[in-house]
């Protein structure tokens, strides 16, 4: 057996467990080892470390061991000046896990190599890092792996859907490049709350990239396996790909004074065995704290619970043109669920909806929009914004963003607003452009599946090529108008001659049928002319006719062009009836401004019926018009509601991160309010609850940071004299990562929102010593100090800098947060070697919460 695929199609597959673990076990075993701070540099100056730990993984019944280079990026690398040495590290780390693995195979049980690609520091959806940066070093990773001949890529540990994207893109390119078939694993990180760290969900995670050329896709890391059978139950039910379950040895807990993780290798081992014999679970293994004695006792527990395995429930497609590879998973009686979603950063939202259509925003269009092309000319991209949340806010389910404009540059303008949007919104985008280079950046923004609009037949086959390959590995639904070389398609026979040929180039390069949309396009009917008389009616007609022939397939309108030239009531009537027609005969989504659009049972029976015979062309369009001249339709009036107050304005403004109105809201309140009662009684008590919804669950991470961005600027359009600033006197805090560590993510996190509420941050960096961190506070002299600490390791080093700073004297309060940690282990064991307080820093937003105390 050669292909990891077939053995996941044969049995229940058992990965390793941590290799980070397992060094700093070795490394604490052999007294003479040199203390090296990169695990991926013993790839090459202790080789053998790492070969040892192979050894004792597949001892211990391992079918798949992982290569030691989780954090072999180039740019993670120069925190140790080995950036130079990426390429040699990781082509290291494939080739010793390859040998051992050869070493251990034979035809009774094949042993397979997984080349391991970690999540970095930096997250790409809040612009830590570039689409473009973070390519090129997964880039440089997956050549490594390919050339050296892994059986299986695993994208694992993700805390960002983008950076997912990010990485499968670049491992995409590198196959096609190389023309070899690698399949590949997508695992997140998710944590209690069911988010991964930027706030997506498990469910949007799973839409995001169930339908995208991948083998697997699973969780690790994050907690044990006694923690997460809900989220293993959501997968197996979403997901029809293999499925892997890769966690912790349990919670870190306090034990003698030490931070350890609470499951035994047996209970770990039983838990595991529970889950596989409840859930369709292809591949399991451990993370974080799983040794070898972990997967030992997990291959024994597993091996007596295997079940008879049915084939995959999709195709493998391995060699021919296809550059990628797709898997199946075990199906028997669990039921998958076949829905198709678009996806934001946060949620996921079905294609077809019940009930039709899928509402698709138009306000954000500068073609159909003065005031939108206004905000754009002026670069007023937080009136942008607005406009594109009110949208939301009035039920659109995904929003067109255009921002063609002959005086400005389209790719620029994608630059700066898509990031806006990606982080803000919680609706799925579509992307209109007729520009490729623009649609392709501004997907490098976008977090989640969105839609772009669009392609067509018009410059032959080679063009849509380009863009169904490029919708495939960036992951994008793509909208095929019905335009060929002689032009716009008008009858129903011309529309699926064109549709056909579009389908045929789909499936030669392997784009899903459920990611296609196609709008069947109409002309206006108010010119009259003949040859467009029927123009609805052909619409309608090929909507229905690919409804019924092609059920996964997609269909799409913009709805307002069939009443382009007539006033706007008779277009509202037309448009809302032309509507109706097109989703009563299969329309999946309509692109309207749904404020436009009346309900059928607010319109007359009377014009009903003229809409219908305009539209089935049983009525010339004069004779239409001339039974509307007086017409007004009846609409209810809209309650209007009362006015908020500027104060109140200016807190939700600060509740909702929208700072569009603010600079309005504070100079009418500072008529009649000092400034600092503005701050005290408005813009503090606004912060607090946003971090209350954070702490609850109902806010995510970007939110809170706009909250953040927002306070600052409200705070900045105050204008406070120099007297008030002196009387403010604002706190100070140094941030660090302590040695060992070289993450960041949260520190930089806390960074963002303490800084964007007035308070003075001095960030020093990541592996700092107790004698550099007691240098920085004798520099800055701050009102209090953070430490961070990602690993478990790194827990240790904590606990001695807070020794020596009370050796030295220093005893400002101090907070302490990080994956590794626990209330637990902060307030018994950190707190004892401290003079001053020492407190626990759950998430980003405690941080803040830690000043404003230390302030009161």
């Not at 995959?312 to 669990?334: A, C, E, K, M, Q």
């Amino acid at each position: 057996m050669t292909n990891i695929i077939d053995l996941l199609k044969e049995k229940i597959v058992i990965f390793d467990g941590a290799m980070g673990t397992s060094i700093q076990n070795k490394l604490l075993s052999e007294k003479d080892l040199p203390n090296i701070e990169c695990n991926e540099y013993l790839n090459i100056v202790k080789p053998n470390i790492i070969k040892d730990i192979h050894s004792d993984f597949l001892k211990a019944g391992a079918d798949v061991i992982e290569t030691n280079t989780f954090g072999a990026l180039p740019y993670l690398l120069t925190e140790f000046s080995l950036e130079d040495n990426a390429e040699l590290l990781n082509s290291a780390g494939v080739r010793l896990a390859l040998e051992i693995a050869r070493d251990f195979s034979d035809s009774s049980k094949p042993r397979f190599v997984s080349g391991s690609m970690g999540p970095g520091t930096k997250l790409p959806s809040l612009l830590q890092i570039s689409y473009d940066d973070l390519y090129k070093n997964y880039y440089l990773q997956a050549e490594c792996f390919i050339s050296e001949g892994v059986h299986l890529i695993q994208i694992e540990t993700g805390q960002d859907p983008l950076q997912m994207k990010i990485a499968l893109k670049a491992t995409l390119d590198v196959k096609k490049a190389l023309k070899k078939d690698i399949p590949i694993f997508l695992q997140a990180t998710i944590q209690d709350n069911g988010q991964m760290l930027v706030g997506t969900d498990l469910l949007t995670f799973i839409q995001t990239f169930r339908d995208m050329p991948i083998s697997g896709m699973g969780i690790n890391c994050g907690t044990g396996p006694h923690k997460i059978e809900h989220f293993v139950k959501t997968l197996t039910e979403n997901c029809p790909l293999f499925i892997s379950v890769l966690p912790n040895a349990g919670l870190p807990i306090l034990q003698d004074g030490k931070l350890v993780y609470d499951l035994t290798p047996e209970q770990f081992g039983a838990t595991c065995k529970d889950l596989v014999d409840k859930y369709r679970i292809n591949a399991i293994g451990g993370c974080c704290g799983t040794t070898y004695e972990f997967i030992g006792e997990l291959d024994r527990q597993i091996a007596g619970s295997m079940i008879e395995i049915p084939p995959p429930t999709l195709p493998i497609n391995v060699g021919g043109d296809s550059p990628h590879i797709y898997g199946g998973g075990r199906g028997g009686n669990f039921s998958i669920s076949n829905k198709t979603n678009l996806t934001s950063l946060f949620t996921s939202q079905e294609i077809k909806t019940a009930p039709a259509p899928l509402i698709i925003g138009e306000r954000a269009n500068v073609n159909g929009s003065k005031k939108f092309k206004k905000l754009l000319e002026d670069n007023d991209w937080e009136a942008m914004l607005e406009v594109c949340v009110a949208q939301q806010d009035a039920g659109s389910h995904a929003l067109d963003i255009c921002l063609i404009h002959l005086d400005r540059d389209e790719v620029k303008d994608m630059k700066s607003f898509i990031p806006l949007l990606n982080k803000t919104l919680s609706v799925p985008l579509m992307i209109d452009s007729m520009s490729f280079h623009a649609l392709e950046t501004a997907l490098k923004y976008i977090s989640g599946k969105a839609i772009v609009n669009s392609v067509n037949f018009e410059h032959g086959d080679e063009k849509v090529v380009q863009y169904i390959e490029m919708c495939r590995d960036m992951n994008a639904a793509l909208i095929c108008l019905t335009i060929d070389e002689e032009g716009m398609a008008r009858t129903k026979e011309e529309k699926i001659r064109i549709v056909e040929r579009f389908l045929a180039l789909c499936e030669r390069h392997f784009y899903p049928q459920n990611h296609v949309f196609i709008d069947c396009l109409t002309f206006a009917l108010s010119t009259g002319e003949g040859e467009y008389r029927d123009a609805g009616k052909e619409s309608i007609e090929t909507i229905k006719y690919l409804t019924e022939t092609y059920p996964e397939i997609n269909t799409i309108m913009g709805v307002s062009n069939v009443s382009y030239g007539l006033n706007p009531n008779t277009r509202q009537i037309l448009n809302s009836v032309f509507l109706s027609e097109c989703v009563q005969n299969g329309l999946t989504a309509a692109i309207v401004d749904s404020s436009k659009i009346l309900p059928i049972n607010d319109i007359s029976d009377v014009k009903i019926k003229l809409c219908h015979d305009l539209i089935y062309d049983n009525i010339s369009v004069e004779d239409f018009l001339l039974h509307f001249t007086d017409f007004e339709e009846t609409q209810a009036t809209k309650g209007v509601s009362e006015q908020l107050s500027p104060k109140e304005q200016l807190y939700q403004a600060i509740l909702k991160g929208r700072s569009a109105n603010i600079q309005e809201n504070i100079l009418e309140l500072s008529k009649t309010t000092p400034a600092l009662d503005i701050i005290n009684h408005t813009l503090i008590p606004a912060m607090q609850e946003v971090g209350a919804l954070f702490e609850r669950g109902k806010l995510q991470l970007p939110f809170v940071l706009k909250s953040a961005e927002t306070m600052k600027k409200s705070v900045d359009f105050l204008e406070i004299g120099v007297e008030i600033r002196e009387q403010m006197k604002p706190l100070s805090i140094i941030l660090a990562t302590v040695k060992g560590d070289v993450h960041d993510i949260g520190k930089n996190l806390v960074q963002i929102i303490v800084e964007n509420n007035g308070y003075k941050v001095y960030d020093i960096g990541v592996k700092k010593g107790a004698e550099e961190i007691y240098q920085a506070i004798v520099k800055y002299n701050p009102s209090c100090l953070g430490l961070s600490a990602l690993l478990i390791k790194s827990t240790e080093y904590m606990k001695e800098t807070l020794e020596y700073l009370k050796a030295q004297g220093i005893s400002i309060p101090v907070i302490c947060g990080g994956a590794a940690l626990n209330k637990d282990f902060v307030e018994n064991v950190l707190q004892k070697v401290y003079e001053g307080k020492v407190v626990y820093g759950k998430d980003a937003f405690a941080g803040l919460k830690f000043m404003r105390e230390i302030e009161s």
